[in-house]
């Protein structure tokens, strides 16, 4: 069965980078697209970046256009999320989708899901 581990979340002051990382396994992910998610406390999830297949559509949130960055790796089946600049507003767990097709912004879309990983911001 399809199964996605995330890691990386930890505890950051404000401005400070952190690298996220998500792992698939458990089937073929060809013509996959992949995202990142998030969900603060009290609030719905949703979306931070995705990216294609290929790697040649990307797209991320206003909020974290700039200071985020997506990217995969097909043979490792393994998507990262590299994010500079954090703010307090950026604390949320942090959660890998996965679906078969264009990426997409929208939680609904995504067929498998990672449990999250948690970051914290600290001002």
């Known amino acids: 069965q399809v199964q996605l581990v995330e890691s990386g979340g930890g505890l950051v002051q404000a401005g400070g980078s952190l690298r996220l990382s998500c792992a698939a396994s458990?089937?073929?992910?060809?013509?996959?697209?992949m995202g990142w998610f998030r969900r603060a406390p009290g609030k719905e999830r949703e979306f931070v970046a995705a990216?294609?297949?290929?790697?040649?559509?990307?797209y991320y949130a206003d909020s974290v256009k700039g200071r985020f960055t997506i990217s995969r790796d097909n043979a490792e089946s393994t998507v990262d999320l590299h994010m500079n600049n954090l703010a307090p507003e950026d604390t949320a767990v942090y959660y890998c989708?996965?679906?078969?097709?264009?990426?997409?912004?929208?939680?609904?879309?995504?067929?498998?899901w990672g449990q999250g990983t948690q970051v914290t911001v600290s001002s």
């Open positions: 990216i294609s297949w290929s790697g040649g559509s990307i």
């Open positions: 989708g996965i679906r078969r097709g264009p990426p997409t912004d929208a939680v609904d879309d995504y067929d498998y």
């Open positions: 458990g089937g073929t992910f060809t013509y996959y697209a």
